[in-house]
């Protein structure tokens, strides 16, 4: 409930800052936008170099599209993201993923006479591309016959495994295209997995994101907020706030799953500009402790 409490709070403070006070009039019809982006980190360092450092790279796609619909008081809001990102240390064997991340929002809205509430219908589906792996150390004795140590991964993850769906009626609550609240207390949850990982043997129920032994699917039944606000700082610097938030309420409904993003773009001119995101989780039935990522750098954008 805590981290429910300050998240909402954090929200509703960047939200509120940077709301407009007029409320903007959508023409009707279908509305359709994208943006690609590349984003390119390096460090480089001789042998030479005596301040410490190891060379790297590293590369992140991103891809959002936007398809919305209006007419008279029906809205509808579709939002496909597509993130993967890798980096590479130099004498690391493996090539390791700092991103990845295909997901699908849809909001279906009928407008409550002239306010900014709908009755809202959503529908969430997130999973990742590729396999994700767990990283560990063993040791080993070459052929001298000496003892040494590298670096093992073993599989965690691949694409659908896991999957979440979420869907449920609610009430949004719509300002204008970039700034709006969905609340649905009646969710239903679907998290899909691969039952090799719930199979093998000594598994507890549980363990693989909730999923119990020898099992592929979790359900789960409770409520669920979304909430989106992109804001203009500057001339040339924007930021995307998206939030998510679920409790389950057939078990341990005190544990709020989050999910929140922020995008920080600072545009050089029409197709470069320079890129901050951090986006931090938490879900108990992964990791029972928050999972922070962040991400710097410049990078080719393209709208289109």
């Known amino acids: 409930m805590k981290k429910l409490i ?11 800052g940077f709301a407009q006070d007029e409320k903007e009039q959508p023409k009707e019809g279908w509305t359709r936008a994208g943006q690609f982006s590349l984003l390119f980190n390096q460090a480089a360092f001789n042998a030479e170099w005596q301040g410490g450092g190891t060379s790297n790279y590293a590369g992140n796609i991103g891809i959002t599209y936007d398809f919305n619909y209006r007419k008279g008081k029906l809205s509808w809001d579709n939002k496909i993201i597509g993130e993967y990102g ?31 509430w709908y009755l809202s219908f959503f529908l969430n589906f997130k999973t990742q591309f590729a396999k994700g792996y767990e990283f560990s150390e063993e040791e080993f004795t070459n052929t001298d016959g000496v003892l040494e140590t590298r670096t093992i991964r073993t599989e965690y993850t691949h694409f659908l495994s896991p999957g979440y769906l979420q869907f449920g009626p609610g009430m949004l609550w719509k300002k204008s295209e970039n700034l709006y609240v969905n609340i649905a207390p009646a969710t239903a949850r679907l ?16 363990d693989y994101f909730g999923v119990d032994a020898g099992e592929s699917t979790r359900f789960e039944f409770g409520a669920a907020v979304s909430a989106y606000a992109k804001v203009q700082l500057l001339e040339n610097v924007s930021m995307e706030n998206i ?40 879900d108990d039935n992964a990791v029972g402790a928050f999972q922070i990522r962040e991400v710097l750098g410049v990078g080719f954008n393209y709208g289109f």
């Open 6 to 16: 300050i998240a909402l709070a954090v929200f509703a403070g960047v939200s509120s």
């Open 243 to 282: 939030l998510n938030l679920y409790s389950n309420y057939l078990e341990d409904p005190q544990n709020v799953d989050l999910d929140y993003t922020m995008n920080l773009n600072m545009k050089v001119n029409k197709y470069l500009s320079a890129n901050v995101i951090f986006q931090a989780i938490y």
């Open 191 to 206: 998290i899909f997995v691969d039952s090799d990982f719930t199979s093998i043997p000594g598994y507890v129920d549980g």
């Open 86 to 116: 890798l980096t590479k240390i130099k004498d690391d064997e493996f090539t390791r993923k700092t991103n990845d991340r295909l997901e699908y929002n849809s909001i279906l809205g009928r407008q409550l006479e002239e306010s900014n």
